[in-house]
């Protein structure tokens, strides 16, 4: 039997359980003859047998080709391909016999040399991309190895939990709506704003305070709390979603902002309460005076449009402050400076990591994705998720796919 195809080889994603098989195959064809030959020897040709059943059924006009001496397509003809003693196309040149300078050619997509690239990865201890492609290549000649090398490298599914990769999602565009909320509450400085965002504490506790049921109750009912005084002020409470401080990005960038000044005035003093208290003050006109548009280079146009405009100064329906208003800033929000390359989606029924703080990615926990939440551009910012030890809503941002094939 020297192609082994109708015992349909291809379902096995195992290499060393294919050559187990084909090597039964072979000893009892070889009883079958009356040519018995010993297990070593059976071992030893299994490995030749499957390589002629790829190259067979992937290589079939090449094998013709070569068989009739006609020309071969370019990048064949670099290869100077031969047929051995053995039945197998192997890469030529200068040197015929066999040896590792005569490698066997394989397909990129067959799922059995996909099959090979993952033992050969394992065998070697989850080796990179150089090593597993330098062993490779002493025996075998895979075509466009190194991509189809890297793709797999992808797909573990060990690797990917020793070093997960991300891909978050797009940021949220900025609806007409939201802005005018933001400037509705500027406008009213002095007056209770419609709306108050925040996140749920979480990230002001450490990660054992996370695993604490007391601190989590404790935590819902001073939420409750303020729910009720929000509804009594006819304020609007929205929160992030758990352990998400990047979903508070403008108002986290500012906190840092305040800490670099507070640093570097206070030092290694300890201000009083009323030092501290005009110490704060003094960092938000500070902040306030920060020009948020390019500094001109007319000399005839010294001052730049600050925040401050919003709050002191002229009356903010003042033609200049529109017009400046207008030409100079919104155009800046148009264009995004990250998250230029939109992602899939994370679905229900995906298999998941959770991001914990404080832990190595080998033992975050594994989950399964019950229910999406997309935001009205449709790109999936949080997502529900169950583990052994409970559901869960996370962001995207915390929450890596595993890699594997549907």
Known sequence: MSTPGAYSLDSISSWPRLLRVVAIILAWRSRIRSEPHSVRYCVRHAEVAVCRYIQQSRFAPQLTQIQAGKPLSKPWARLSPFISDDGLIRAGGRLRPHSPSCPILLPKDHPLVLALIDYIHVFLGHAGLLLLQSNLSRRFWIFSARRVIKSRLHKCVTCFRAKPINKPPLLGDLPPSTFLDA????????????????????????????????????????????????????????????????????????????????????????????????????????????????????????????????????????????????????????????????????????????????????????????????????????????????????????????????
């Open 183 to 406: 400037l509705g509450r500027f406008v009213h400085r002095r007056s209770a704003p419609a709306h108050l965002y925040s996140d749920c504490g979480t990230n002001f506790v450490g990660a054992a305070a996370l695993l604490n049921s007391q601190w989590q109750t404790l935590l819902k009912a001073s939420k409750d709390q303020l729910v009720s005084f929000a509804n009594a002020h006819h304020i609007s409470f929205k929160f992030n979603a758990p352990a998400s401080p990047h979903q508070g990005g403008l108002w986290e960038r500012a906190v840092r902002s305040a800490k670099h000044h507070l640093r570097r005035v206070i030092g290694t003093q300890t201000p009083t309460t009323n030092q501290l208290a005009y110490l704060f003050s003094f960092v938000e006109a500070v902040l306030n005076s920060r020009p948020i548009t390019p500094l001109s280079s007319d000399p005839n146009d010294l001052s730049a449009l600050t925040p401050g405009h919003f709050l002191v100064g002229r009356p903010l329906i003042a033609p200049p402050f529109w017009l400046r208003w207008h030409a100079e800033y919104l155009p800046q929000l148009r264009e995004r400076s990250k998250w230029l390359r939109p992602t899939p989606n994370l679905q229900p029924g995906d298999l998941v990591l959770l991001e914990e703080a404080n832990t190595p990615p080998l033992i975050w926990p594994m989950g399964r994705i019950l229910k999406t939440h997309p935001g009205r551009d449709g790109v999936v910012r949080r997502v529900l998720v169950q583990t052994s030890s409970g559901n869960y809503l996370r962001p995207a941002v915390k929450i890596y796919r595993l890699p594997l094939e549907p």
